[in-house]
């Protein structure tokens, strides 16, 4: 895929970029809820490329670390910390965050007990079927593109009679934060990239609601350069032609209908619930539980956490919410830059290495575009 | 929360587990979402699992786009 | 931070301000203060010591003999001596079997026979089983001063030259560790270094073997200590194939990616050429490449650039944690 990253195309894209820019009554903000698609804005130093093109780049809620309310990671800290003989298997992106009882990274284990990054939650079953005497808990986080794979694992779980298996669940969904970071009405975008791996699984459908009934356009898309770019442009013509709808632009992974097997596995194993987001506050029918016929792997109740939706507490001034809502940006929170600072971060926008604020931090400190 | 890869299937067993080629490395997958999928298709991978297949002529459209849009004289 | 975490050890902040706020001033003296990777004494005498410790013992490409052999001679190549003599402890763990320690001994000695430095002094200390991790080595190397960095006379136009493709150790450990599900053919790049003294007498400012907190960290400590800012191409960074897709797979960084057997270059602008000629006339140095410069033109001094593949331009910044596979 080497194409989507020619600087020659993408010079090219910029271009049509700027130009139907230019054309619309305000300087268009466009909004992704995608912690991938922050991460790729970044790592190819796009943002301040589409900021010359005239097109501001904001961040939504779409980082599973910014939102996991810090209740939940002091859960898992507490799992590895605290009991014996425990194996805690989880992807590294939830590693990092600070809580008050420090982070996982810097976590010690209790007697007996590791914390295991994995790639896969495949991983933390085979760790389960190969040491039956452990209590193996997979840190299951994340939204509709790792869902599925979530639910897959604890069914083979059950199927397997794996007793000593359970996940601690993080499991967030996209169209209702969108419909609630609408509805709250603070929001000032001119369109949504919509993120292109949970629209494989949800396909286009779930994101109607935002064209339909508040008029703004939208396009799903890859995460290549080119892929980011061609749907940027497609927001702007959508806004310019006064017709939005939701864009297929990355029709070679995923199709309109999404992913009907997966989905029917995450309505399998899943429910959903009225989650607390941090920063968010509770949006309804938001997080996923387990249904009560796999209650038996959830590990919340099997070790006595604390209930999902505990929201826990943030810093005094601390107004990663708003950032998440894209109601202000990092600039706009007084701790950004003063008392909040990547290597003394005070929420979870400035830990993850796609949160909204550890990025605008290392930007500002960037100059103007390539020589 | 999307960190995912193209690959072609190379070994793919009844019970849904095999592997990808992905540039060259060899990859545990499983394929249990995408039933549909066989031996020496492209599929989307993330956290070891295929999520979609690709669709390749949509992908060598993409791909001939951007050819021609970095073969383009600069205005 | 009240107890050692395993991030202190990783190469990242946490071990540079402990290393800045404990160890400094502890021993603080004009020499420790340098930090070098090998430090020049009183009589042409350059000195550096360094512990190995890696799961698992072997891997594809080297195991932690090899290792414990090359990493101190190249601390003292890039440091700008010329190695002779290494002295050898080992803490070893009960119960430990006796053939994995000989298959370490010999490697130890191929690796010493390689790198033309002799074993001169040593010791061995067993601990209770459960009490150390199989194999703990210590290496500390003596070496003749030939040349001493100049930090300060790194000029505008002066390059950067890489040695050759990151990474390849790093993954080559972590899936020796058969984490991930990902099998490739990538080796370790463990190797001595000593191909790159001959370019301390032909005017060479700095090097610096890229170990723990790979190209960015290393590049990011010399950028601290110049008046230009330093700007890397992306697209001029070597990598192997297992590499960019392990990275683009799991999520990881190769500019945060370890080497044992790869090192940064400072050449005068002049030289560059001449440079890149004699590296790449090592076999292990086929692949070495400028993949950047010191330059007034873009940044502020202490940055560290890069201009990514696509045209844009981002800070790249040192390893703050251990590098880890990520989902998003």
Known sequence: MKELRDPKAIRRLLGDIGEKARLLPRPPRIMEVCGTHTMALFRHGLTPLLAEAG???????????CITPAGIHEAAISLVTEKEGLTLATFGDMTRVPTRKGSLQTAVPAPGSRLKIVYSPEEALEEARREPSRQVVFFGAGFETTIPAIAFTAKRAA??????????PALWLIPPALRAILEAGEIAVSGFLYPGHVSAIIGAEPYEFVARDHGLPGAIAGFEPGDILLAVRSVLEQAAAGTPRVALEYSRAM????NPVARALMEEVFEPFDAAW?????????GLRFRERFAGFDATPKFGLARPGSAGRD???????????????PEGCRL?????????PLGPCMVSYEGACLIHFKYGRTRRSSP | MCLAVPAKITRLEDSGQGTVDYMGSEVKANFSLVPQARLGDWVIIHAGFAISLLDEGEARETLQLFKEMGAASRR | MKKVSLELGSGGRLMRDFIAGTILPSFG???????????????????TTDSYVVDPLFFPGGDIGRLAVNGTVNDLVVAGAEPKFLSLAFILEEGLDLNVLGRVIRSIRAAARTANVRIVTGDTKVVRRGQGDKIYINTAGIGRSIARPRVRKIRPGDKVILTGTLGDHSLAVMLARGDFGLSSSVRSDCAPLLFLLPLWKKGALWMRDVTRGGLATVLCELAERLRYPILVEEDKVPLSRPVLAASELLGIDPFYMACEGKAVVIAPKA?????????????????????????????KPGELLLQTATGGLRLLEPLTSELLPRIC
């Open chain 1, 55 to 65: 097109v501001e780049m904001v961040s939504g809620p779409g980082c599973p670390v």
């Open chain 1, 159 to 168: 199927a397997e009679g794996l007793g000593n298996f359970s996940v601690l």
């Open chain 1, 255 to 258: 199709r309109a209908g999404g």
């Open chain 1, 278 to 286: 941090r920063g968010l506050g509770t949006i309804p029918a938001s």
């Open chain 1, 315 to 329: 810093l005094p001034g601390c107004r990663c919410g708003d950032v998440l809502r894209g109601v202000i940006r």
């Open chain 1, 336 to 344: 950004f830059g003063t008392k909040c600072l990547p290597d003394s």
């Open chain 3, 29 to 47: 003296n004009p020499v420790l203060d340098e930090l070098s990777d090998a430090s020049h004494l009183p009589g042409g005498i350059a000195f």
């Open chain 3, 271 to 299: 030289q560059v050429g001449e440079f890149l000629r004699l590296i790449r006339n090592h076999p292990l140095g086929r692949k070495a490449a400028v993949i950047g410069e010191v330059q007034d033109r873009v940044g």
